[in-house]
Nanobody, 122 residues
Framework: QFQLVESGGGSVEPGRSLRLSCVAS????????MGWFRQAPEKEREVVAT???????AYADSVKGRFTISQDNAKNTLYLEMNSLKVEDTATYYC????????????????WGQGTQVTVSS
């Protein structure tokens, strides 16, 4: 069973930074892709950033230039560095892992963490 546990959320003022961590119960290279998602109250869950086994990253337009996804295979940990935080970044952030669907060119996320709350307010 591939389990994920997020941490690092909190309450900060606009413009500040936070780093989220997601520790996996198994080697990160046992999955094809990992990502960070978020869901704000009364909104759909949205992808924030993804990274594949080759280290290729992708970001939502709303976070490009501010957020950075990375992984430390030695620690089985996925990170999300969030800088210049905005009020609209307030959400519950989830870590996910899954396998590439070659025919679709996408990732099917099978494993999810419990989420960590990020609140940005003045």
């Amino acid at each position: 069973q591939f389990q994920l546990v997020e941490s690092g959320g909190g309450s900060v003022e606009p413009g500040r930074s936070l780093r989220l961590s997601c520790v996996a119960s198994a080697y990160l290279n046992s999955v094809s892709c990992m990502g960070w998602f978020r869901q704000a109250p009364e909104k759909e869950r949205e992808v924030v950033a993804t990274i594949d086994k080759e280290g290729t990253t992708a970001y939502a337009d709303s976070v490009k230039g501010r957020f950075t996804i990375s992984q430390d295979n030695a620690k089985n940990t996925l990170y999300l560095e969030m800088n210049s935080l905005k009020v609209e970044d307030t959400a519950t952030y989830y870590c996910a892992a899954g396998y590439r669907v070659v025919a679709l060119g996408t990732c099917a996320y099978k494993y999810w963490g419990q989420g960590t709350q990020v609140t940005v307010s003045s």
